[in-house]
């Protein structure tokens, strides 16, 4: 988790951990949104970047859902999960890592494409809700 840390404060990214008996967990933001970082104390070769977001209540799940599944297969890295329950989407890129040496070098790529990624889910729901109802 360390190299996590450091890549961080390279980055200028202030940022917080919290651990307990199953994970290693650092919060972090970057231009204004909030990320995290998980490694799981029992598989610690994999790290996992993300950041989760709020699904506005006029958004049909179902176009949320497909959007999803779209952008999963078309993205490059990140995944996206819609929890319906909760109405969150949860965006993340998941990593093999040896020691985690390689982290610094990629850490604004990986943030980079978690934006991207973020501002295309929402601006693609965003239609269903924003544009005026046709009579």
Not at 56 to 63: I, K, R
Not at 87 to 114: C, H, K, N, Q, Y
């Given at each position: 988790?360390?190299?996590?840390?450091?890549?961080?404060?390279?980055?200028?990214?202030?940022?917080?951990?919290?651990?307990?008996?199953q994970?290693?967990?650092?919060?972090?933001?970057?231009?204004?949104?909030?990320?995290?970082?998980?490694?799981?104390?029992?598989?610690?070769?994999?790290?996992?970047?993300?950041?989760?977001?709020?699904?506005?209540?006029?958004?049909?799940?179902?176009?949320?859902?497909?959007?999803?599944?779209?952008?999963?297969?078309?993205?490059?890295?990140?995944?996206?999960?819609?929890?319906?329950?909760?109405?969150?989407?949860?965006?993340?890129?998941?990593?093999?890592?040896?020691d985690?040496?390689?982290?610094?070098?990629?850490?604004?790529?990986?943030?980079?494409?978690?934006?991207?990624?973020?501002?295309?889910?929402?601006?693609?729901?965003?239609?269903?809700?924003?544009?005026?109802?046709s009579?």
């Amino acid at each position: 988790m360390e190299v996590f840390e450091v890549a961080l404060d390279e980055e200028g990214l202030v940022h917080e951990r919290e651990d307990d008996d199953q994970t290693f967990r650092v919060t972090f933001k970057s231009e204004g949104d909030r990320y995290f970082v998980v490694v799981y104390r029992n598989d610690p070769q994999f790290a996992m970047v993300g950041t989760g977001w709020a699904i506005a209540d006029g958004v049909d799940l179902a176009n949320a859902i497909a959007l999803a599944n779209v952008l999963n297969a078309r993205k490059k890295f990140v995944k996206v999960a819609v929890w319906e329950e909760q109405r969150d989407v949860l965006f993340t890129v998941e990593l093999p890592m040896d020691d985690g040496s390689e982290i610094g070098e990629t850490l604004s790529r990986i943030l980079d494409a978690l934006r991207d990624c973020v501002g295309e889910f929402f601006a693609g729901i965003r239609t269903d809700y924003d544009e005026p109802a046709s009579e």
